[in-house]
């Protein structure tokens, strides 16, 4: 695939490098998140997949190489601008506010500032079928108000919004991740191991929604080890081992390859 290809919502590394301990763990990575598709990233256990999130996010400054978005260069520009601009995360290590509430959580990432032209389930400030009170004339904190409504109800979500964070059990917090990062209506949304502490209905949920989250526009990167779950939501894969990409491709002929298989 060519990851170099730029365009319209297209979140692009060309050439990535980052160094950590002197060791380069991720090395000269060319990857395309491209609008309206879930796009897999899946390798073995240290190949590098969470430093590469970490680089395309804006948590870590690459080394080397570059990351473009909608063609502009955004290798230098932090985390928060990247947020505005439209990118945004979940982590491996769910990283919620345990003292808030499920809402207040959710609230984070919808005062974010909506870039234009946003896509996203949310973007119309309520769930597909909600609410959501079209044009964009609604006061700020209306529309901040809507677009919470809408991501918790999306993720299953509404009947825990008062219940502090910090009580809740782990699969339910990546829920909770999830709805703060589709709050910001995102144009590209970095998935991080969404499936770890999910039960079978919760990932079949998330699957739901992510197939959505893309369907209506934005690009979505799923880290994940859960080959069930990529093959039934990626189109393309990126496979990564010792910081490069082995090989890339429609998710078919990317999940048969041999090299691929022996991986795990
Ligand atoms: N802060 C750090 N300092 C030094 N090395 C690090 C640091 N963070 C990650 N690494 C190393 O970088 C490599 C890539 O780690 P990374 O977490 O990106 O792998 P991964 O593909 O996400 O693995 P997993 O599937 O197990 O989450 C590993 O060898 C890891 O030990």
């Known amino acids: 695939m060519n990851g170099g290809r730029t365009g319209p919502g297209l979140l692009a590394g060309r050439g990535v490098l980052r160094r950590l301990g002197g060791v380069a763990v991720v090395d000269g990575v060319d990857l395309a998140v491209r609008p309206g598709r879930v796009t897999a990233l899946v390798g073995p256990n240290g190949a590098g997949k969470s430093v590469l999130l970490d680089c395309l996010s804006g948590l870590a400054r690459p080394d080397g190489g570059r990351i473009l978005l909608d063609e502009r260069d955004i290798t230098r520009a932090p985390c928060h601008r990247r947020a505005r601009l439209g990118v945004a995360r979940t982590f491996q290590q769910v990283a919620v506010f345990p003292e808030l509430t499920v809402a207040e959580n959710v609230q984070v990432g919808a005062e974010q500032p909506r870039p234009t032209g946003a896509g996203g389930t949310m973007a119309g400030g309520g769930p597909p079928g909600g609410d959501a009170v079209p044009g964009a004339a609604v006061p700020a904190a209306v529309a901040v108000r809507q677009r919470v409504a ?45 499936s770890v502490g999910l039960d079978a209905g919760q990932v079949a949920w998330v699957a739901r929604v992510l197939a959505l989250v893309a369907r209506e526009g934005a690009g979505v990167l799923l880290v994940e080890h859960d080959l069930g779950l990529v093959s039934r939501l990626a189109e393309l894969a990126y496979v990564l081992d010792g910081g490069r990409v082995v090989t890339a491709g429609p998710i078919e002929r990317v999940l048969s390859d041999q090299r691929v298989r022996r991986l795990w």
């Open 150 to 194: 809408g991501s918790l109800h999306l993720l299953g979500l509404t009947p825990l919004a008062a219940r502090p964070a910090g009580d809740l059990p782990l699969g339910v917090l990546r829920l909770v991740e999830l709805a703060r990062a589709l709050a910001g209506s995102p144009r590209v949304l970095l998935v991080d191991e969404v």
